[in-house]
Nanobody, 123 residues
Framework: VQLQASGGGLVQAGGSLRLSCAAS????????MGWFRRAPGKEREFVAA????????LYQDSVKDRFTVSRDNAKNTVYLQMNSLKPEDTAAYYC?????????????????WGQGTLVTVSS
């Protein structure tokens, strides 16, 4: 599997963005996917994850009511809809693939990572 993230950009606080992560390979629909982010000067952190069927999801508490993770297995793509963005959401966002069926927040369990897409939220 190879992953290509896109959709980042500059947005004002309160605005929205939708990130996409396109996957190559025949196993995309067989496993879970996740989104992580790394803000300047900070450690990478978990954002959201989704199971292989797109039914079960998991979120970091700070984004739970603002972000939505989804997937379209027919298009080999996972999405992260981000609403009510805050300056503290500014980060490089990475999608990742995990060889497990259920969503998971442990970065070390993910085996393939995309290149990252930068999200900047201005105040």
């Amino acid at each position: 599997v190879q992953l290509q993230a896109s959709g980042g950009g500059l947005v004002q606080a309160g605005g929205s963005l939708r990130l996409s992560c396109a996957a190559s390979g025949r196993t995309f629909s067989s496993y879970g996917m996740g989104w992580f982010r790394r803000a300047p000067g900070k450690e990478r952190e978990f954002v959201a994850a989704i199971d292989k069927n797109g039914v079960s999801t998991l979120y970091q508490d700070s984004v739970k009511d603002r972000f939505t993770v989804s997937r379209d297995n027919a298009k080999n793509t996972v999405y992260l809809q981000m609403n009510s963005l805050k300056p503290e959401d500014t980060a490089a966002y990475y999608c990742a693939h995990i060889r497990r069926f259920t969503p998971n927040r442990e970065a070390g369990l993910y085996d393939v990572w995309g290149q990252g897409t930068l999200v900047t939220v201005s105040s």
